[in-house]
């Protein structure tokens, strides 16, 4: 068990190139000599691709370490909840508890990066109208939980 950690969303590599693509066809086609409807066409490309500049942000950044992370969400039912926290705890396999009974009663967030072969989990339960965080984080190696997150090593 660690301390809780803070990730914040930021922009990936692939979010700045779609939203660049994006924006770029849209001027591209607008400029270029072609009928009317091409040209709104790329307008609204233009106007797409200011949106997601402004707004995709799929990355997760730890706000200590500036470390890059992705993140998966899994959710349990209410009655998996001592098993999920012994499995955590003891760094046991978590896939004993199937991903396969979704439920809404406990949700895990997995933040992960492949590189530095890191993972963090949190487990929240459902108090009506939000998820409030159960303990403290724990930290995986990915090789750990490549079954839970769904990735080949």
């Known amino acids: 068990m660690i301390m809780n950690r803070e990730f914040q969303k930021m922009r990936t590599r692939m979010d700045v190139a779609i939203s660049s693509i994006t924006f770029i066809v849209g001027i591209v086609l607008v400029v270029l000599p072609t009928s009317v409807s091409i040209n709104i ?44 926290l012994k499995a955590l705890e003891e760094h046991a396999e978590i896939m004993a508890v199937s991903d396969k009974e979704n439920g809404d009663g406990l949700m895990m967030e997995i933040y992960y990066n492949r590189q530095n072969k890191k993972a963090y989990i949190n487990l929240f339960e459902f108090v009506p109208y ?9 930290e995986y190696s990915v090789d750990e939980i490549e079954k839970l997150i769904g990735i080949k090593g």
């Open 41 to 84: 066409f790329g307008s609204c490309m233009i106007v797409v691709g200011i949106l997601l500049v402004t707004f995709l942000k799929t990355g997760w950044q730890d706000t200590e370490t500036k470390e890059y992370y992705c993140k998966k969400k899994l959710f349990f039912h209410q009655k998996n909840k001592s098993q999920l």
């Open 130 to 138: 939000e998820y409030k965080t159960i303990g403290l984080a724990f």
